[in-house]
């Protein structure tokens, strides 16, 4: 899974590096043996943007940006992370990010695939495990016909600046209670520009989503 994230990652147009950050030697040894670049990081992270941030210290890259792709969406296509690169065409983003139009009542009602609320600006101004928000006076079977929900796609992009300070923040209360890194940052007066891709992704986060791959190929 790896490699193919690692592979996917290399065919991006917008990328000058790709970098593998992990804590286990296992994953280390495999990416070096297929030719890869990859870097060890500590244990402790709370989060993949702490891993992240100590990666690109470690290999003391003097990137303006960094696109932190999560080593778990073997499907994450080229063109989703020139997206999401393209969001700091903008001067004033700090942080980007993706989102999927949801499709089916499964996505919409499954608390492992988080929901986005977007501004006008296409500003995230908030992310939930729960549905958001609710469509009242409406059975919840009807609730897609009525309301165009977003799904977040697994990755982020930060400038080096706001990547520093970010990470030195300490864990919010929305953040403890939804298990979503992103909320701490909107708590804290970050703002999250979004791009809404088409691209469908698969992220492996619980071992049943192992089925979902081989029906997605």
């Known amino acids: 899974m790896i490699r193919r994230v ?16 992990t804590d286990d030697e296992r994953i280390l040894r495999h ?11 500590g244990t402790e992270h709370q989060s993949g943007t702490d891993r992240c941030y100590e990666a690109i210290r ?12 999560q080593g778990d969406e073997p499907f994450i296509h080229p063109q989703q992370i020139d997206l999401v690169a393209s969001c700091f065409s903008e ?23 988080p929901k986005v609320l977007l501004n006008g ?15 009242r006076g409406k059975e919840a079977s009807e609730w897609l016909k009525a309301f165009d929900f977003y799904k977040h796609i697994g990755i982020y992009a ?3 600046a706001v990547l520093e300070k970010i990470t030195s923040l300490k864990q919010s209360p929305l953040e403890l209670a939804e298990a979503l890194e992103q909320l701490r ?8 520009k979004v791009k809404i891709t088409d691209f469908e992704s698969v992220a492996v986060d619980v071992p049943a989503d192992l089925e979902k791959l081989t029906a997605f190929l």
Request: a negative charge; glycine letters at 4%; zero cysteines.
């Open 121 to 135: 600006n296409s500003e995230a101004i908030y992310f939930s495990r729960q549905t958001i928000p609710h469509i």
């Open 58 to 69: 470690k290999f003391r890259a003097s990137a303006d940006v960094v696109i932190n792709i």
């Open 185 to 192: 940052w909107i708590e804290n007066g970050y703002k999250l």
């Open 6 to 21: 690692y592979e996917q990652a290399k065919r991006s147009a917008s990328l000058a590096d790709v970098v593998v950050a």
């Open 91 to 113: 001067e004033g983003t700090e942080i980007a990010t993706l989102v999927k139009k949801v499709s089916s009542n499964e996505e919409l009602f499954n608390v492992n695939t």
């Open 31 to 41: 990416v070096e043996d297929f030719g890869g670049k990859a870097v060890m990081t």
């Open 158 to 160: 930060y400038r080096t």
